[in-house]
């Protein structure tokens, strides 16, 4: 096993790793930005330098810095985490060079699945379920264009080969806009991604996303660990993620989880990786796109199987068979995660920045919290705004919630705006209750910044300051959190 790990990352995904390394007696080496110098995930390393800078492309995008820095210190594998460099071949091929495992797929493997036609291609010719589309040459013909849209039927959803996460799409409604929409996605995507190529699909409306985790080893095992139901979205930013999926039946599960595997299968997969796809509502799933990478959301699984991700991911990296078969693993019960945000619902969802103050987080049987900040953070405009993870585990869907609910109602978070009031009006709202879930939940149903009119912060300091001592923490706010007299009816605060 790995003597010495470098983390290329920050923020709550750094602290989750250092985690797993130092339980597994592995040296964990954190790396910061000069913003980031105090933060918790250097702290929570055995070592940690510096990638002098502050923004993210000076700092956590460099893999010159980070290779240097790990050849330095006599680091024998890298892990990315999410977001930065995990997902970029050319780095994956530095740390090969350089001779340090990189903990992840193949460069192969990465760039192939960064591209969506060839991992279209790819998988339709070995079974998988994709959605009919055509990825001909759109620029060179426009009769060709207009006779494969018509084949497909409107509407058509443009989207771009190097795309993901949504970026240069454009959905069609009919025949007269095509041409355009094709030309304004090739733009796009040419500017974004320095490459133009699209292709078309039919547009599967009001889909749930539902992604099944996968594992790879480099003996050619593969297993998946069921799916995440991440429907809950806004603006392709996932929300809320859990596990059973609501709608998936034992015989879909196992059809999903099977496409899953012929995937992973047909492109030698290894370490962890995602297969999103999409669900209608009869029931037909297509695939959509494989993630090569741990995902943000990777806690509720966990939950529901009862094993540890990065460490899985380690033994795989070190050469070693997957610690677990497809026969040993189960769900056991329900998990949801939250993802908690510095951001202000109520105006447009901007980041909120600042200096974090008094924080708490919940704590309680099958909560966790996934974080990377404490009091005194400084919240930046540099990096990503989600401050923490909530996954909440009960035995049923409904205790999952239940528990999620009490947990965001005790979450202090002071300095900063949130979205935790917003969250609980989702997991509250009747149609997330019954399960009714799909990708324009948040377009669709009216869930306003208007509830968190009454600050949430002003009950936190109103019970705080009735007499709470520090030391007693969120014992003294659950005695305290039963409001009366004028702010009974505001709705932030809600109390046991
Ligand atoms: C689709 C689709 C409907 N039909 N493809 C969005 C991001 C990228 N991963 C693919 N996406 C979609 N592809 C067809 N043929 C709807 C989406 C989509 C979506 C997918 C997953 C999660 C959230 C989404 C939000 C809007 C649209």
């Known amino acids: ?6 983390i290329a990352n920050r923020g709550e995904i ?3 790793i250092a985690a797993t390394l130092q339980e597994m007696g592995i040296t964990a080496v954190g790396v910061y930005s000069d913003p980031d110098r105090r933060a918790v995930h250097v702290r929570a390393c055995d070592e940690g330098y510096p990638l002098s800078g502050r923004t993210s492309s000076e700092t956590y995008l460099r893999g010159d810095k980070i290779i240097e820095i790990a050849k330095m210190h006599g680091v024998d594998a890298i892990h990315p985490g999410y977001g930065f460099l995990s997902e970029n071949e050319d780095f994956a091929q530095m740390c090969h060079d350089a001779g340090i495992t990189f ?9 192939d699945m960064g591209d969506k036609i060839i991992a279209k291609t790819t998988f339709a010719a070995a079974g998988v379920p994709v959605v009919p589309g055509w990825s001909g040459d759109a620029s060179a013909d426009g009769k060709a264009l207009n006779s494969e849209a018509g084949r497909i039927g ?35 995507a040419g500017a974004a991604f320095g490459d133009s190529r699209v292709f078309l699909e039919k547009y599967i409306t009001r889909p749930r996303h539902v992604e099944i985790q996968i594992f790879g080893d480099a003996h050619g095992n593969v297993v998946h660990l069921f799916e995440r139901e991440c429907s809950i979205q806004r603006r392709h930013q996932k929300i809320i993620e859990e596990s059973p999926s609501p709608a998936l039946t034992p015989e879909l599960r196992a059809k999903m989880g099977q496409a899953a595997v012929t995937a992973a299968k ?37 939950l529901v199987t009862h094993r540890d991700l990065v460490r899985a991911q380690l033994h795989v990296a070190a050469g070693h068979p997957l610690p677990f078969s497809q026969d040993e693993l189960t769900q056991d019960g329900h998990a949801i995660e939250c993802r908690i945000y510095a951001e202000d619902p109520a105006r447009g969802f901007l980041p909120s920045i600042g200096t974090l103050g008094r924080y708490i987080e919940p704590r309680g049987p099958g909560i966790r919290v996934d974080s990377g900040v404490e009091q005194g953070s400084e919240v930046s405009v540099y990096y990503d705004p989600m401050l923490a993870k909530l996954i909440c585990r009960g035995r049923t869907r409904e205790e999952a919630i239940e528990k999620t609910v009490w947990a965001l109602d005790r979450y ?9 009031a917003f969250l609980r009006d989702v997991l509250t709202h009747p149609e997330f209750q019954r399960g009714n879930l799909h990708t324009h939940f948040l377009a669709e149903h009216p869930i306003g910044p208007s ?7 002003a009950w936190i300091a109103a019970a705080l300051l009735s007499g709470a001592a520090s030391s007693r923490g969120q014992s003294l706010l659950t005695a305290t959190a039963a409001p009366s007299g ?10 046991p």
């Open 103 to 111: 903990i992840g797929p193949s460069p192969k493997v990465i760039r």
């Open 451 to 457: 509830t968190d009119e009454i600050p949430r912060d």
């Open 1 to 6: 096993m790995f003597k010495k790990v470098l």
């Open 412 to 420: 202090v978070i002071m300095g900063v705006t949130t979205n935790v």
């Open 14 to 16: 750094a602290v989750r």
């Open 266 to 302: 047909a492109i030698g997969y290894t370490n962890a990786g995602t297969v999103e796809f999409i669900l209608d509502p009869e029931g037909n799933f297509y695939f959509l796109e494989v993630n090569t990478r741990l995902q943000v959301e990777h806690p509720v699984t966990e």
């Open 154 to 188: 409107y509407p058509i959803l443009v989207k771009a080969a190097a795309g993901g996460g949504g970026k240069g799409m454009r959905v069609v409604e009919k025949e007269a806009d095509l041409a355009a929409a094709v030309e304004a996605a090739q733009r796009e």
């Open 486 to 495: 004028p702010w009974e009816s505001a709705g932030a605060w809600r109390g």
